[in-house]
């Protein structure tokens, strides 16, 4: 018989500083599911999804070595909403099936708490149900845009269009039961801010 086991839907925009909480929450003792990195499996050299892409993309949208071309495919997903939700009906259905598989894994490893890092989780209405709790890091849309664009070197445009395929800030805090700022502080802060709000189910 396993012990109660906190589900943990962590979200946030993009450049919100989501990985650094969920790097954080790992040193406290969770499991991590990250969805993100479970799509850049199924589409990398051999993965899981690249049949079904070149099916329906053609072979345009794959690198000579196998894997997806990650940016002919932003091309086609960010400018097209038809395209964005075609690469979701084959991407999404496989990570959930590879989520459920670390679930379980970490179930029998005895984790007391699994953080789904899902950046999508407000967005595709499918994941609250398998969550007990949504946690939401949140800055201000001005600063995600800032961060992104010199983490990624993208332009300005780029960033906000692909804040536009988001869900809205308001809507992500709609659906929070909690939430970290990460407004003016430094990672370190960020990182103390996570442990404390932690302590009370992980540590």
């Given amino acids: 018989m396993h012990a109660p086991v906190l589900r943990l839907g962590l ?63 932003r091309q086609l997903a960010f400018g097209n909403p038809g395209g964005k939700a075609q690469l979701e009906a084959i991407i999404h259905p496989l990570v959930s099936l590879e989520a459920v598989q ?21 967005e595709s209405g499918r994941w609250r149900q398998q969550l007990d709790r949504v946690l939401v890091v949140d800055c201000m849309e001005e600063t995600q845009v800032r ?9 300005r445009a780029m960033v906000e269009k692909i804040m536009a395929g988001q869900a809205s800030r308001a809507q992500r805090l709609a659906a929070a039961d909690a939430c970290i700022c990460n407004e003016g502080v ?11 709000w932690a302590s009370g189910f992980i540590l």
């Fill in 11 to 73: 979200t946030g925009g993009i450049g919100s500083g989501k990985s650094t909480v969920a790097h954080t929450l790992v040193a406290c003792g969770a499991a991590l599911i990250d969805a993100d990195a479970i799509s850049r499996q199924l589409t990398a050299t051999g993965g899981g999804a690249i049949q079904e892409l070149a099916r329906q993309f053609g072979p345009k949208i794959i690198t000579p070595d196998g894997a997806m071309d990650r940016n002919q495919m």
């Fill in 102 to 122: 670390l679930t379980r894994r970490a179930v029998e490893a005895g984790y007391s708490c699994i953080v789904f890092d899902i950046p999508l989780l407000v």
């Fill in 147 to 155: 961060r992104v664009m010199a983490r990624n070197a993208f332009s």
């Fill in 186 to 196: 430094s990672l370190d802060d960020l990182r103390q801010r996570v442990r404390q």
